[in-house]
């Protein structure tokens, strides 16, 4: 008897970092199911916003989550959600320099 395979997404992934979890680990089950085992389920993984956090750094994984979310849309053509362009998706200090102004642009 096998298990029905369980989708990880990426407000899933923020929470389990924010409760301890390794952040690459938790990121990675949803990038592997955002690329390979949920094709057909991207958008049910990327649909409900992560809670921003209360710490600077529950802040800046709730940013990278958001950027992975855009990436991940952008390359496969995904409509990419409306909450990772809220304010409290973005940091107010970058965490390293790139001289562009905005990935986005």
């Not at 710490?55 to 992975?68: S, V």
């Not at 998706?89 to 562009?100: G, K, M, S, V």
Request: glycine share 4%; aromatic share 14%.
């Amino acid at each position: 008897m096998t298990s029905p395979y369980i989708h990880h997404p990426i407000a899933e992934a923020l929470a389990s970092i924010v409760q301890g979890e390794y952040p690459w680990y938790a990121l990675g089950c949803f990038l592997h199911d955002g690329w390979c085992y949920a094709v057909d389920a991207r958008e049910e993984l990327i649909a409900e916003p992560p809670s921003v956090g209360k710490t600077l750094q529950e802040k800046r994984w709730a940013a990278f989550c958001a950027a992975t979310v855009e990436e991940l849309c952008k390359r496969p053509g995904v409509s990419c959600p409306s909450w990772t362009s809220q304010p409290e998706y973005t940091l107010e200090l970058p965490l390293w320099y790139f001289p562009q102004p905005s990935q986005r642009e």
